[in-house]
């Protein structure tokens, strides 16, 4: 056991956390500089702010309960096509993409550092099997998806990665084991997002995961901007003249990756932050919306509505809340870096989750009642960064193509569905194309036989596809 640094100790006094001193003081030093260095990335002051708030219900700074009162529909939108002049629109916004993917203007980022508790696969969520006729995982989607994009652009088209403490290894070994799905190596970049600690709500500490680690788990979606910071990844961007991030999930196989119409509408309107959304199914469906709120894009989170508010309608008879957000965005490079030099961290949120955590017997203990949580969760969400931008767009999607996301183990958002989804999408192309498949055969058409459906017309009238070498069951 080594001294403890005088500062630390006053800090760690100062704030009220006694079991990290206790801790700290008893370790022998080669644990001891391993929790110190946890200790050192803590900002005490803001997590004592966020549990004083937590606990005395005090609303914090994320939390204006008056927000859907003032919220209205959104305004710089851009609809579905209904017309010949809409879907010219829509045309002409697919070429100023493409021209952008061309240029080398545009990078691809996955966020794929969730933990994935509602799904319950033991893996990184991208390594789900997610093909319904073969076990083509949600990364291969993403990988083929790239691969097709790069040839079909002759572009370098990046493709970034963010992984957690809990997925990296894991996701790295994967994509070796995959030979990268066929992508150059060096054209996938992994790199590693924030952690925050859980504090136990009773007391305001810090709870520990063992004798010599603080709990932590990943700070969120959110965290993607200070992790791409870390990582110089905005500045290497900006060198390479990468002017623009596309940004999705990696719980939705039928995302459109590198989307050029998003992306054309994006530069047409010279948006530092677009927005896929897709109109909810219903006022009660359990989505976050889009909405302008006191002149800014935000967020409401269905949770944060009576159903009578998620119903509501504006004087001209519009549904305030229908654009459901599909966590499918454009980023302007140069808006991440102007969140960055802010030095304004996106808001945190809190949750109350049951943590198991290292207690002063020093036993491991798992809290389990659902009613009484012991511990504050922390994280920061990627949407925050919609009203801190000054130009916004918002542009709708086609629900059934583009949305299709596995959350759930079974029911709604669940593999069921969303390769269910896949199939359909599938069976429409070969509709279109001219080829009528028994509705009973399952199908899955790899990204690489094709990206849509005109493609798919075109490659099986060419004679470069045959139906044979379509996946069927
Ligand atoms: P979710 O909000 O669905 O969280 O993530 P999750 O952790 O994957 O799943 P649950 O809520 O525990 O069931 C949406 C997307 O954001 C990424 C996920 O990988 C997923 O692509 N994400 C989420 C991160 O990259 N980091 C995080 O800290 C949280």
New binding site residues.
């Given amino acids: 056991m080594s001294q403890l640094p005088h500062e630390i100790a006053h800090t760690l006094t100062h704030f009220q956390q006694p079991q990290l001193v206790l801790a700290l003081q008893t370790l022998p030093p080669e644990q001891q500089r391993q929790l110190l260095d946890q200790i050192q990335t803590v900002d005490f002051p803001m997590l004592r702010g966020i549990w004083q708030s937590a606990v005395s219900e005090t609303p914090s700074a994320t939390s204006d309960t008056d927000r859907p009162a003032r919220a209205r529909a959104p305004g710089n939108v851009v609809r579905q096509p209904g017309s010949t002049s809409d879907a010219e629109e829509w045309a002409n916004a697919g070429r100023v993409g493409e021209q952008a993917l061309r240029a080398g203007a545009v990078a691809i980022i996955?966020?794929?550092?969730?933990?994935?508790?509602?799904?319950g696969f033991e893996h990184p969520?991208g390594m789900f099997p997610i093909g319904p006729v073969t076990d083509r995982t949600l990364f291969q989607v993403f990988a083929e998806q790239i691969l097709a994009r790069r040839n079909r652009y002759q572009a370098a088209i990046p493709w970034l990665i963010?992984t957690?403490d809990a997925t990296h290894a894991e996701t790295v070994t994967f994509f070796r084991a995959n030979r990268f799905f066929g992508l150059d190596e060096t054209s996938v970049v992994f790199f590693q997002?924030g952690n925050l600690p859980a504090i136990d709500a009773a007391t305001g500490e810090l709870l520990l995961a063992g004798p010599a680690d603080l709990a932590l788990s990943?700070?969120?979606?959110g965290?993607?901007v200070m992790a791409l910071q870390n990582a110089g990844l905005i500045a290497r961007m900006q060198h390479d003249g990468i002017q623009h991030l596309f940004y999705h999930?990696?719980?939705n196989p039928t995302a459109i990756i590198a989307d050029p119409a998003l992306i054309g509408f994006h530069c047409l309107r010279q948006s530092q932050l677009t927005t896929c959304v897709v109109c909810k199914t219903s006022p009660t469906e359990r989505m976050g919306v889009l909405v302008d709120v006191d002149g800014h894009t935000e967020i409401i989170e269905y949770s944060e509505l009576t159903p009578e508010q998620a119903a509501g309608h504006d004087e001209s008879g519009q549904w305030i809340f229908w654009a459901g957000n599909t966590?499918i965005h454009v980023f302007d490079v140069a808006f991440l870096h102007h969140l960055t030099q802010k030095g304004s961290q996106l808001p945190i949120h809190v949750a109350r989750k049951n943590v198991a955590f290292f207690n002063s017997a020093g036993v491991l203990e798992q809290p389990s009642d659902p009613g009484r949580p012991n511990a504050i969760k922390l994280?920061r969400f990627i949407f925050d960064a919609l009203p801190l931008a000054t130009r916004t767009l918002i542009v709708e999607g086609d629900r059934q193509r583009e949305f299709n996301p596995v959350?759930n183990k079974s029911g709604n958002d669940s593999a069921a569905t969303s390769q269910a989804a896949l199939n359909r999408i599938a069976h429409q192309w070969l509709q279109t194309a001219g080829y009528s498949i028994p509705s009973d055969r399952i199908v899955e058409i790899s990204p690489l036989q094709a990206l849509d459906h005109m493609e798919l017309q075109q490659r099986l009238t060419a004679g470069i596809l045959n139906l044979n070498e379509i996946r069927m069951k």
């Fill in positions: 996955t966020v794929a550092g969730g933990q994935g508790t509602r799904l969520k963010m957690s997002q990943p700070d969120g979606h965290g993607l999930q990696v719980d966590a994280e959350k």
